[in-house]
Antibody, heavy 120, light 107 residues
Protein backbone atom coordinates (compact mmCIF):
# COMPACT_ATOMS: atom_id res chain seq x y z
CA UNK A 1 0.00 0.00 0.00
CA UNK A 2 1.27 3.45 -0.90
CA UNK A 3 1.31 5.70 2.13
CA UNK A 4 2.75 8.99 3.34
CA UNK A 5 2.86 9.73 7.07
CA UNK A 6 3.73 13.19 8.34
CA UNK A 7 5.08 13.83 11.82
CA UNK A 8 6.76 16.67 13.67
CA UNK A 9 3.96 19.15 14.09
CA UNK A 10 3.16 20.85 17.35
CA UNK A 11 3.03 24.13 19.24
CA UNK A 12 5.98 26.44 18.69
CA UNK A 13 6.66 30.03 19.69
CA UNK A 14 7.03 32.76 17.08
CA UNK A 15 10.60 32.89 15.79
CA UNK A 16 11.16 29.23 16.56
CA UNK A 17 12.07 26.31 14.32
CA UNK A 18 10.45 22.99 13.56
CA UNK A 19 11.23 20.11 11.24
CA UNK A 20 8.45 18.12 9.67
CA UNK A 21 9.00 14.59 8.39
CA UNK A 22 7.07 12.63 5.78
CA UNK A 23 7.85 8.92 5.79
CA UNK A 24 6.94 7.16 2.56
CA UNK A 25 6.02 3.52 2.06
CA UNK A 26 5.14 1.87 -1.23
CA UNK A 27 6.75 4.76 -3.08
CA UNK A 28 10.41 5.77 -3.42
CA UNK A 29 11.06 9.35 -2.37
CA UNK A 30 14.18 9.68 -4.52
CA UNK A 31 12.30 8.83 -7.72
CA UNK A 32 9.14 10.78 -6.94
CA UNK A 33 8.23 14.43 -7.26
CA UNK A 34 7.29 15.59 -3.81
CA UNK A 35 5.66 18.64 -2.35
CA UNK A 36 4.41 20.28 0.84
CA UNK A 37 1.03 21.97 0.89
CA UNK A 38 -0.51 23.69 3.90
CA UNK A 39 -3.98 24.71 4.99
CA UNK A 40 -4.59 27.30 7.68
CA UNK A 41 -7.62 26.64 9.90
CA UNK A 42 -10.80 27.25 7.91
CA UNK A 43 -8.83 28.42 4.87
CA UNK A 44 -7.89 27.10 1.45
CA UNK A 45 -4.90 25.15 0.23
CA UNK A 46 -1.54 26.90 -0.11
CA UNK A 47 1.39 25.36 -1.92
CA UNK A 48 4.62 25.56 0.12
CA UNK A 49 7.49 23.74 -1.54
CA UNK A 50 8.48 21.15 -4.19
CA UNK A 51 11.49 18.95 -4.85
CA UNK A 52 12.32 17.36 -8.18
CA UNK A 53 13.78 13.88 -8.45
CA UNK A 54 17.05 15.51 -9.41
CA UNK A 55 17.02 17.64 -6.27
CA UNK A 56 15.99 21.03 -7.63
CA UNK A 57 13.73 22.81 -5.17
CA UNK A 58 11.08 25.53 -5.34
CA UNK A 59 9.29 27.56 -2.66
CA UNK A 60 6.23 29.68 -2.24
CA UNK A 61 6.78 33.41 -1.83
CA UNK A 62 5.61 33.42 1.79
CA UNK A 63 8.17 30.81 2.94
CA UNK A 64 11.13 31.52 0.63
CA UNK A 65 14.29 31.96 2.69
CA UNK A 66 12.73 30.52 5.85
CA UNK A 67 11.75 26.96 4.88
CA UNK A 68 13.92 24.25 3.35
CA UNK A 69 12.72 21.06 1.69
CA UNK A 70 15.00 18.06 1.64
CA UNK A 71 14.94 14.28 1.59
CA UNK A 72 16.88 11.35 3.00
CA UNK A 73 16.84 8.59 0.43
CA UNK A 74 18.18 6.02 2.88
CA UNK A 75 15.20 6.66 5.16
CA UNK A 76 12.75 7.19 2.29
CA UNK A 77 11.71 10.38 4.04
CA UNK A 78 10.90 13.93 2.97
CA UNK A 79 11.54 16.85 5.31
CA UNK A 80 10.48 20.46 5.72
CA UNK A 81 12.76 22.54 7.92
CA UNK A 82 10.84 25.59 9.07
CA UNK A 83 12.72 28.51 10.61
CA UNK A 84 11.68 31.96 11.81
CA UNK A 85 8.13 30.75 12.24
CA UNK A 86 5.30 33.26 12.29
CA UNK A 87 1.70 33.11 13.48
CA UNK A 88 0.59 33.01 9.85
CA UNK A 89 2.46 29.72 9.39
CA UNK A 90 -0.14 28.04 11.59
CA UNK A 91 -1.69 25.32 9.44
CA UNK A 92 -2.08 21.66 8.72
CA UNK A 93 0.92 20.64 6.62
CA UNK A 94 0.47 17.90 4.06
CA UNK A 95 3.12 16.12 2.06
CA UNK A 96 2.07 14.80 -1.32
CA UNK A 97 3.64 13.14 -4.32
CA UNK A 98 3.30 12.16 -7.93
CA UNK A 99 5.44 9.89 -10.08
CA UNK A 100 4.74 11.84 -13.27
CA UNK A 101 5.64 15.52 -13.61
CA UNK A 102 4.60 17.75 -15.23
CA UNK A 103 2.49 15.70 -17.61
CA UNK A 104 -0.11 14.99 -14.96
CA UNK A 105 0.60 18.02 -12.80
CA UNK A 106 -1.47 16.42 -10.08
CA UNK A 107 -0.45 15.15 -6.66
CA UNK A 108 -2.26 11.85 -6.34
CA UNK A 109 -0.91 10.58 -3.03
CA UNK A 110 -1.27 12.62 0.14
CA UNK A 111 -0.47 12.14 3.78
CA UNK A 112 -2.96 12.74 6.58
CA UNK A 113 -1.35 16.03 7.56
CA UNK A 114 0.36 17.34 10.69
CA UNK A 115 -0.75 20.45 12.58
CA UNK A 116 1.68 23.27 13.26
CA UNK A 117 0.59 25.99 15.66
CA UNK A 118 2.75 29.07 16.05
CA UNK A 119 1.75 30.97 19.16
CA UNK A 120 3.21 32.41 22.33
CA UNK B 1 3.06 34.49 -10.01
CA UNK B 2 0.02 32.97 -11.72
CA UNK B 3 -3.22 33.79 -9.93
CA UNK B 4 -6.05 31.27 -10.03
CA UNK B 5 -9.44 32.92 -9.58
CA UNK B 6 -12.06 30.36 -8.68
CA UNK B 7 -15.80 30.98 -8.70
CA UNK B 8 -18.20 30.78 -7.08
CA UNK B 9 -16.75 30.59 -3.58
CA UNK B 10 -19.79 28.60 -2.52
CA UNK B 11 -22.84 27.06 -4.13
CA UNK B 12 -25.99 25.54 -2.66
CA UNK B 13 -27.37 22.68 -4.66
CA UNK B 14 -29.67 19.69 -4.38
CA UNK B 15 -29.01 16.04 -5.11
CA UNK B 16 -29.36 15.53 -8.84
CA UNK B 17 -28.42 19.10 -9.74
CA UNK B 18 -25.79 20.04 -12.28
CA UNK B 19 -22.99 22.09 -10.74
CA UNK B 20 -20.35 24.10 -12.59
CA UNK B 21 -17.23 25.56 -11.01
CA UNK B 22 -14.84 27.83 -12.88
CA UNK B 23 -11.17 28.66 -12.49
CA UNK B 24 -9.52 31.48 -14.43
CA UNK B 25 -5.75 31.69 -14.71
CA UNK B 26 -4.09 35.11 -14.82
CA UNK B 27 -1.94 33.92 -17.73
CA UNK B 28 -1.70 30.92 -20.00
CA UNK B 29 -1.08 27.60 -18.29
CA UNK B 30 -1.69 25.30 -21.26
CA UNK B 31 -3.61 22.36 -19.82
CA UNK B 32 -1.68 22.08 -16.56
CA UNK B 33 -4.74 22.29 -14.36
CA UNK B 34 -5.87 19.85 -11.68
CA UNK B 35 -9.17 19.71 -9.84
CA UNK B 36 -9.24 18.35 -6.29
CA UNK B 37 -12.06 17.45 -3.94
CA UNK B 38 -11.56 17.89 -0.20
CA UNK B 39 -13.84 16.77 2.59
CA UNK B 40 -13.55 18.11 6.16
CA UNK B 41 -10.53 16.75 8.01
CA UNK B 42 -9.27 14.89 4.97
CA UNK B 43 -6.52 15.39 2.42
CA UNK B 44 -7.43 16.54 -1.08
CA UNK B 45 -8.23 13.94 -3.72
CA UNK B 46 -7.54 14.28 -7.45
CA UNK B 47 -10.65 14.36 -9.65
CA UNK B 48 -9.36 15.75 -12.95
CA UNK B 49 -5.78 16.20 -14.18
CA UNK B 50 -4.39 17.99 -17.22
CA UNK B 51 -7.64 19.98 -17.43
CA UNK B 52 -9.89 17.25 -18.79
CA UNK B 53 -8.57 13.83 -17.83
CA UNK B 54 -10.66 11.87 -15.35
CA UNK B 55 -8.59 10.32 -12.58
CA UNK B 56 -8.90 6.56 -12.30
CA UNK B 57 -11.71 5.55 -9.98
CA UNK B 58 -13.49 8.90 -10.12
CA UNK B 59 -17.15 8.73 -11.20
CA UNK B 60 -17.92 9.84 -14.73
CA UNK B 61 -20.36 12.50 -13.49
CA UNK B 62 -17.23 14.62 -12.96
CA UNK B 63 -15.73 16.27 -16.03
CA UNK B 64 -13.29 19.04 -16.81
CA UNK B 65 -12.89 21.36 -19.76
CA UNK B 66 -10.74 24.26 -20.84
CA UNK B 67 -11.06 27.31 -23.03
CA UNK B 68 -7.99 29.51 -23.12
CA UNK B 69 -7.30 30.51 -19.53
CA UNK B 70 -10.74 29.45 -18.30
CA UNK B 71 -11.21 26.01 -16.81
CA UNK B 72 -14.44 24.36 -15.75
CA UNK B 73 -15.32 21.48 -13.46
CA UNK B 74 -18.79 20.07 -14.01
CA UNK B 75 -20.70 17.64 -11.83
CA UNK B 76 -23.62 16.44 -13.94
CA UNK B 77 -25.82 14.91 -11.26
CA UNK B 78 -24.80 15.83 -7.74
CA UNK B 79 -24.72 12.95 -5.29
CA UNK B 80 -24.77 13.13 -1.47
CA UNK B 81 -21.08 12.22 -1.30
CA UNK B 82 -20.17 15.15 -3.56
CA UNK B 83 -20.86 17.79 -0.92
CA UNK B 84 -17.32 19.01 -0.31
CA UNK B 85 -14.90 21.79 -1.20
CA UNK B 86 -13.29 21.82 -4.63
CA UNK B 87 -9.96 23.40 -5.58
CA UNK B 88 -8.15 24.00 -8.83
CA UNK B 89 -4.34 24.04 -9.00
CA UNK B 90 -2.02 25.09 -11.81
CA UNK B 91 1.14 23.14 -12.50
CA UNK B 92 2.47 25.23 -15.38
CA UNK B 93 4.88 27.46 -13.49
CA UNK B 94 6.44 27.70 -10.06
CA UNK B 95 5.24 28.85 -7.63
CA UNK B 96 2.36 26.42 -7.97
CA UNK B 97 -0.92 28.04 -7.06
CA UNK B 98 -4.38 26.94 -5.96
CA UNK B 99 -7.70 28.58 -6.50
CA UNK B 100 -9.52 29.85 -3.44
CA UNK B 101 -11.90 26.91 -3.32
CA UNK B 102 -15.61 26.32 -3.91
CA UNK B 103 -17.74 24.86 -1.16
CA UNK B 104 -20.64 22.81 -2.47
CA UNK B 105 -23.36 22.81 0.16
CA UNK B 106 -26.69 21.09 0.51
CA UNK B 107 -29.64 23.26 -0.49
Amino acid sequence: EVQLVETGGGLIQPGGSLRLSCVASGVTVSSSYMTWVRQAPGKGLEWVSFIYTGGTTYYGDSVEGRFTISRDNSKNTLYLQMNSLRAEDTAVYYCATTSVWPQRGAFDIWGQGTMVTVSS
Amino acid sequence: DIQMTQSPSSVSASVGDRVTITCRASQGINSWLTWYQQKPGKAPKVLIYAASNLESGVPSRFSGSASGTDFTLTITSLQPEDFATYYCQQASTFPLTFGGGTKVEIK
